[in-house]
């Protein structure tokens, strides 16, 4: 069998228990693909991934390979193909006698976490390999973590795939339609509520979907807010955030890589800028993305974009500089 080397980051937490078996189970990399995990935890609660490992191994799985567990990155990230880095310090969070409550203050504690995280990956990851940033703030982490990696080969990416399936979920009740009706959605910018989530190029069966649902005062009202917001109400509905709908689009995001992209859809991730549609370079930015045969990842161009688009575009892209702005001596 062929193998993959795959690891992850706050594997025992929620959203890297509900990762671990769709990894391993064939579901993700196929059938006849073996998959060795390494599974990153601080060293508070490593010992937890133990119980992980051992359900892992219950599950009977053919494709698992290896489990092993790490509290120390550079041992983790030897030889990987893929990193999914789910771990990251949430706002609230008490540190020091200190609630972490303020975005520069998130960032720069984040910002040690993948300052390291980065340099591990791109000196001791294989030169060809994927790193996912599911961890909030995920563009501003990713761009962290990309720049200490210093290793171009390497494709580093914000995961935007749970807000893009969001997108969907919403066009799909509103329209009475399936999931699979809906092709090409389109996140732009952040994985924030600053985040776009684009209509007017994402199609229904061939057409517009922004035209096919034909009701712009929903689209730019109740849309965009249910969107853009999901996150939050969720954590006021169960009382903890998204866990398995994250897992299941960091799945989504890996598998969309894995084969070359229909030629009548993309997918939605954050990818450093090379200055498409006039975002600036040097940001983690949400575009819509292909991939080829042999798994590169580039960006879709030439889609037309509305005045109204562009307005909301224009405030992620700013919250991205201001994110930037207060990281840059860790830049």
């Known amino acids: 069998m062929k193998e993959v080397n795959v690891l992850v980051t706050g594997a025992a937490g929620q959203i890297g228990y509900a990762l671990l078996t769709r990894l391993a189970s064939g579901e993700t990399f196929g059938s006849d693909v073996k998959v060795n995990l390494n599974l990153v935890e601080v060293p508070q609660v490593v010992s937890r991934l133990e119980g992980s490992r051992m359900e892992l191994e219950d599950c009977g799985f053919n494709t698992l390979g290896t489990v092993k567990n790490f509290s120390d990155m550079n041992e983790a990230s030897g030889d990987v193909d893929w990193a999914l880095l789910v771990g990251s310090i949430p706002r609230g969070i008490t540190i020091n006698g200190k609630k972490i409550e ?8 984040n910002g040690g976490i993948f300052t390291e995280q980065g340099k591990a990956l791109g000196e001791n990851a294989k030169a060809d390999a994927k790193i996912l940033v599911v961890g909030n703030p995920a563009n501003t982490n990713a761009l962290i973590g990309c720049t200490h990696g210093k290793n171009e080969s390497q494709t580093w990416m914000a995961m935007t795939a749970l807000d893009a399936n969001r997108a969907k979920a919403q066009v799909a009740n ?50 965009l807010r249910i969107v853009q917001q999901r996150g939050k109400a969720i954590i006021d509905a169960r009382g903890a955030s998204s866990a398995t709908s994250a897992a299941n689009a960091a799945i989504d995001t890996v598998k969309a ?15 450093l800028s090379d200055g498409s549609y006039n975002v600036p370079e040097g940001l983690i930015f949400g575009f819509p993305l292909k991939s080829d045969t042999n798994g590169k990842v580039s960006i879709v161009q030439d889609l037309p974009i509305s005045d109204y688009a562009q307005d909301k575009i224009n405030l992620t892209t700013q919250e991205l500089l201001d994110e930037k702005n207060d990281i840059k001596d860790l830049l």
Request: glycine share 4%; with cysteine; proline share 4%.
């Open 102 to 109: 303020e975005r520069a203050d998130l960032l720069k504690i």
């Open 174 to 223: 509103k329209c009475n339609l399936d999931i699979s009706d809906i092709k090409k959605m389109t996140i732009w910018g952040n994985h924030s509520p600053t985040m776009y989530p684009d209509l007017d190029n994402a199609e229904i069966k061939g057409e517009s979907a922004s035209g096919w649902i034909n009701d712009q005062n929903w689209i730019e009202s109740d849309f």
């Open 257 to 271: 890589t894995l084969s070359e992209t229909p030629e009548d859809d993309w997918f939605s991730a954050a990818v």
